[in-house]
């Protein structure tokens, strides 16, 4: 049954681990019909969905083209993070964070290149192309402290639902490198049209979008990554894609039918947008549609199946802002690079630096050696974090 | 989290053949916690060789180098295990990939 939203605070956080949402119609405020609901309606930015979706998700079968705003940017290396790999010294040794399908992989026949990512299928893509590839979370890489003299982490932060979440990550990062060793990161910008310019992602148009073929994602392991990463609706109809605006609406948690049957005590469910591509973004956190088409060869009666995926976009500095928060890193260089914020940071030696040992932490036992200065506030809202998850 | 790795039972173990270029290795050697690359090398069966300890003034030694060019870039486990030495927690390996993704709620 289709009830009407009503206006709700949002909660201060996300819960991240599963998050069980209602979708709305970007338009309205109805969320969507329970026909869709009954399907699996899960958000989740991390491989916990590919539990879920396994369990009620579409079959396996084989998809071919990837949706449009994946264009560009899973092929075409980015330039200047080419220039970055192309940088490091004879015998460095870079670590790939969230390495996708490999494209920043071979351009640097000097180093030593490993990368990791979450999806076994892109993993398999890059030891297809000759790469050393590990399934990893980026909130914790399995790699010594001061291993890595570089590192890159290209579109990959922004996937992750809060705030401490993306911090986490560079904290990881960080970690990871030795003094003096540097990292990139690029993440989607909210802005994606600077003085004027448009990005790449804006200028794309029906007529110039290419049919997208991933390598080596001929296997049955589709579409794993998206599902992965994304809330998995089993839909024909667009009209949600379609929609013009993306207002946020608000959900009474109570009146909301409850989708699932475990779903975790009483939490109130956001609501996140569901972005229009191709448009500039009208929130930070919004979900953007990717769909998977069949290949010709498999039965005409395939359906077009989207994805939506997380993304928090970020404003300009935000980025920075999350660096200044972590002791041993620092900023090097920040610029604007085709819709995306980017950083340059360099891993420093702190003075006084001076163990707190916090009241209650995550299972974070492996960041001994992270030094943890007057962070007594962050101590405090991870305690509270993790006892309002619970 | 994992300070060094060992790997038992390696059911598929990959030699390639890749080229031999001494001034990468002599850079990327000192990098290696080179115990725990020796006992890697040694559970998968390819230990024949490997001094236990680094050699001083290995940039010279061809012989030494090329053993470590073997293991390190020719060798590969296909399918196995990454067993912590400290936990006993067990990562597999598929197809050259380890898997090393935590649970949810240890995120």
């Not at chain 1, 690029?186 to 004027?196: G, N, S």
């Not at chain 1, 950083?343 to 003075?351: A, L, T």
């Not at chain 2, 001494?22 to 290696?32: A, N, Q």
């Not at chain 2, 060789?49 to 060019?69: A, M, R, Y």
Request: aromatic content about 8%.
């Amino acid at each position: 049954e289709e009830r009407e939203g009503v206006g709700l605070n949002p909660p201060p956080f996300l819960p991240t681990s599963v998050t069980a949402l209602v979708l709305v119609h970007p338009t309205g405020t109805k969320p969507l019909s329970s026909r869709l609901q009954q399907s699996s309606i899960f958000y989740c930015e991390n491989s916990a969905l590919d539990h879920a979706a396994t369990e009620a998700g579409p079959s396996n079968t084989v998809y071919e083209e990837i949706a449009d705003h994946f264009s560009d940017t899973r092929h075409k290396p980015w330039p200047n993070v080419l220039s970055f790999v192309q940088s490091l010294p004879p015998g460095a040794l870079l670590v790939d964070v969230g390495c996708g399908n490999g494209k920043y992989f071979g351009h640097n026949s000097a180093i030593y290149e490993v990368g990791c990512d979450s999806s076994f299928g892109l993993a398999q893509v890059c030891r297809e192309r000759g790469f050393q590839v590990f399934n990893c979370n980026c909130l914790a890489l399995p790699l010594r402290s001061g291993i890595a003299d570089g590192c890159i982490s290209i579109a990959v932060i922004h996937h992750l639902a809060t705030k401490e979440r993306r911090s986490r990550a560079l904290r990881e990062i960080v970690r990871t490198l030795r003094f003096g060793g540097k990292a990139l990161i690029y993440v989607w910008a909210k802005d994606q049209e600077r003085h004027k310019n448009k990005s790449a992602y804006l200028k794309q148009d029906r007529k110039n979008r290419r049919a997208e073929v991933l390598e080596g994602f001929q296997n049955n392991n589709q579409p794993s990554y998206a599902r992965e990463l994304s809330c998995v609706i089993n839909k024909t109809d667009t009209t949600v894609e379609n929609a013009a605006c993306s207002k946020r609406t608000n959900i009474d948690p109570d009146n909301s039918p409850n989708i699932y049957s475990d779903n975790p005590g009483n939490l109130s469910f956001p609501s996140i947008p569901i972005h229009t591509n191709r448009t500039q973004f009208q929130h930070q956190d919004v979900l953007v549609p990717w769909k998977l088409k069949p290949v010709k060869e498999s039965k005409t009666d395939e359906k077009v199946q989207t994805f939506y995926r997380f993304y928090h976009v970020f404003e300009e500095g935000e980025l920075e802002q999350l660096c200044h928060d972590i002791p041993e890193c620092q900023v090097t260089k920040s610029y604007y690079d085709q819709g995306n914020w980017c950083i340059v940071v360099e891993k420093i030696q702190v003075e006084n630096t001076c163990i707190l040992l916090p009241v209650q932490y995550t299972n974070q036992d492996y960041n001994h050696d992270l030094p943890f200065i007057g962070t007594l506030v962050q101590h405090k809202s991870d305690a509270l974090y993790n006892a309002a998850t619970e | 989290m994992l300070t060094s790795k060992c790997i038992k039972g390696a059911k598929d173990v990959q030699v390639s053949e890749i080229d031999f270029n001494p001034e990468f290795l002599v850079r990327i050697i000192p990098k290696l916690d080179w115990s725990a690359f020796y006992k890697a090398a040694e559970s998968i069966g390819h230990g024949e060789g490997l001094p236990q300890t680094v050699i001083s003034e290995f940039e010279n030694d061809e012989d030494f180098l090329k053993k470590v060019h073997h293991i390190l870039l020719e060798v590969e486990v296909i399918d196995g295990e990454l067993i912590c030495p400290e936990s006993g927690r067990k990562f597999p390996i598929n197809e050259g990939i380890p898997n090393m993704l935590l649970n949810e709620d240890e995120l």
